[in-house]
C-alpha cells in the first residue's frame, strides 16, 4: 500500500450513526466520536495474546495457520473476519487495511476507499 499521503481515494463513506459498511478502505476520519471507539474488521491488526489463552478462532499463527490453544505469549494477527474494537478521538484519522467499519448512535466517520 502507498504512503496515505501519496494514496487518492477512488471514493468515500460517511458513517453517520450506527450503521456498517464494507469495501476496501485504507483511512477512517473520525468526525464524531460518541462513545471513544469504533469496531472494524480487517488485516494486519495485531494484539497481545498470553501464553495458551487463544480459542484458535481469533488470530493467526506467525505460519499464517489459525493460532492453537497451546502457543508463546506474543503478538498475533487477528482474523480479518473477527471484530476489532479500536479507540477513536474526533479529528483523529486512523489508517490500515479495512474490510468493515460500523459505528455507533451518534458517530460519524468518512470512511475512504481503496
Excluded: W
Amino acid at each position: 500500500m502507498a504512503h496515505p499521503a501519496n494514496a487518492f481515494p477512488k471514493s468515500f463513506f460517511l458513517v453517520d450513526g450506527a450503521e456498517t459498511v464494507t469495501g476496501d478502505f485504507f483511512a477512517i476520519q473520525v468526525l464524531v466520536a460518541a462513545d471513544a471507539s469504533m469496531t472494524v474488521k480487517g488485516s494486519g491488526i495485531f494484539e497481545y495474546v498470553a501464553e495458551d489463552t487463544s480459542n484458535g478462532s481469533t488470530h493467526l499463527d506467525t505460519d499464517g495457520t489459525t493460532l492453537a490453544t497451546t502457543h508463546s505469549a506474543g503478538q498475533y494477527e487477528r482474523l480479518s473476519t473477527v471484530s476489532t474494537t479500536l479507540p477513536c478521538i474526533a479529528g483523529t484519522t486512523v489508517y490500515g487495511s479495512f474490510n468493515s467499519v460500523t459505528g455507533t448512535s451518534g458517530d460519524q466517520f468518512i470512511v475512504y476507499n481503496k
